[in-house]
């Protein structure tokens, strides 16, 4: 508990962490705005837009600024020296490792609900007729902010480890922000098994991706836990088991 | 007490630290004294359970450092500068650690007082000079009020004020009955400070006792230094005009 305390003070008396986590807020629901003013409702991409999808297209945007925050949680250990400073106050590895996780996963969920039911909400009040009120909203919304929830806190717990494993926040940053943004799904249609990518297997989660030939949410999601699952344990290995110098 | 016995440690077919045994007293401030590269870092954090040893043992208290539940309150260490990201305040790095160790945050406050950095609490660590970050790093060591103190090279990059700052300091913990543990590569500067000597090397333990017993026969420390490790440094000019001794 105090180790999560402390993980947490460290995340948010940085600078760039608190800046991205805000940014990540902020980005998904002025997005949603911006579509909004632009949409034109009687014209035939407007129309066949999935109403209930509307706002939800933003939250692809804030994946990568997940990505930024996980990175920055994880690989500001390795700078500076600080990471003889955290293992010296706390030599329980295991538990340093779980209190960043955690603190990774609560923001992600946070963040998730926050800024893509703010965006999916705006870009309704901002559609009007061309949409629905807020009383008209379905239970698939619900589930699909749920599912934007789940897929940050998996693609931010990815990121984690990749940073751990890597023991620098670039190499993250220069391999997953670029995939996230559209790498992978480029290539999907000339190698189709690139769908069990964890970006790609928990892409319907954030939106419905319709005629891609990606997998369905639940198996989705529950492809890219694996993921997770399987660069956690990876990570926890690397961690607990490493000098911390030399 | 530290209990250091035949500790070793290896990377791959290379040693770094070579049979190293010493035992640091309580009351007593003990200079690790080596040249560069004898392993006085990597003895150090074996000593604080951030590397493993290949072989041989390092206990504070009969106790190795990773089975401590709050290790804070019984060892302050500070290895190669404070170890604290630039970007954060010097408040708000002491607040962290404190809490890591469930240490009282006016104890932030205090030994922001001791070390002389109340005024720059808030100021934010990259724009801190060398010798304030030693003084923070010292901060954080002090935390806990630990009774066993590590510090490697904490006079590293100071002013002749923070030298003498951190001498008097030294002095006063050790004096207080703590366990402080110091190494250092320049010998002037722990002449009259270490009460105890452990000179280390690629050969292991050179020599280890007393100031007095270890400097014997020779006018100083440094020189009873030079004449236990001729020979023995990684790296060392080959003579003063350039020409082979």
Known sequence: ?246 | MIEVSHLVKRHGSRAVVHDVTFTAHPGRVTGLLGPNGAGKSSTLRILLGLDRATSGTALIGGRPYRSLDRPLLEVGAMLDGPGANRGRTARAHLTWVAQSNAIAARRVDEVLELTGLREAARTRIGRFSLGMGQRLGIAAALLGDPDVLVLDEPTNGLDPDGIRWTRRLLRSLADAGKTVLVSSHLMGEMEGIADDVVVIARAGVLASGTAEAVTGDHATLEEAFFALTDGQAAYRASGCDGTAP
């Open chain 1, 1 to 246: 508990m105090r180790t999560l305390r402390a993980e947490w003070t460290k995340a948010i008396t940085l600078r760039s962490i608190a800046g991205a986590i805000v940014a990540a807020l902020l980005l998904p629901p002025l997005l949603a705005v911006a579509s909004g003013m632009a949409f034109d409702g009687g014209g035939v991409a407007g129309r066949s837009f999935p109403v209930a999808s509307h706002g939800f297209e933003t939250a692809g945007f804030g994946q990568p600024l997940i990505i930024l925050v996980a990175a920055l949680v994880t690989g500001t250990d390795y700078l500076d020296g600080q990471l003889r400073t955290t293992l010296a106050a706390t030599p329980r590895r295991d538990g340093v490792l779980a209190a960043k996780l955690l603190a990774i996963t609560a923001v992600a969920l946070l963040v998730g609900l926050v800024s893509t039911g703010a965006a999916v909400v705006l870009k309704h009040s901002i559609l009007g007729e061309h949409a629905l009120r807020i009383d008209e909203f379905t239970p698939a919304m619900g589930w699909n902010l749920l599912g934007v929830a789940v897929n940050y806190a998996l693609i931010g717990l990815i990121a984690a480890s990749v940073t751990i494993i890597a023991r620098s926040l670039i190499v993250t940053l220069v391999v997953l922000v670029p995939v996230v943004l559209g790498l992978s799904i480029s290539l999907l249609g000339v190698v189709p098994a690139l769908r069990f990518l964890p970006d790609l297997a928990g892409m319907q989660l954030l939106t419905a991706y319709p005629g891609v030939g990606l997998l369905d949410p639940v198996p989705g999601g529950i492809v890219m836990a694996g993921w997770a699952v399987a660069l956690g344990v990876a990570a926890r290995c690397c961690f607990r088991f490493r000098d911390t110098a030399g």
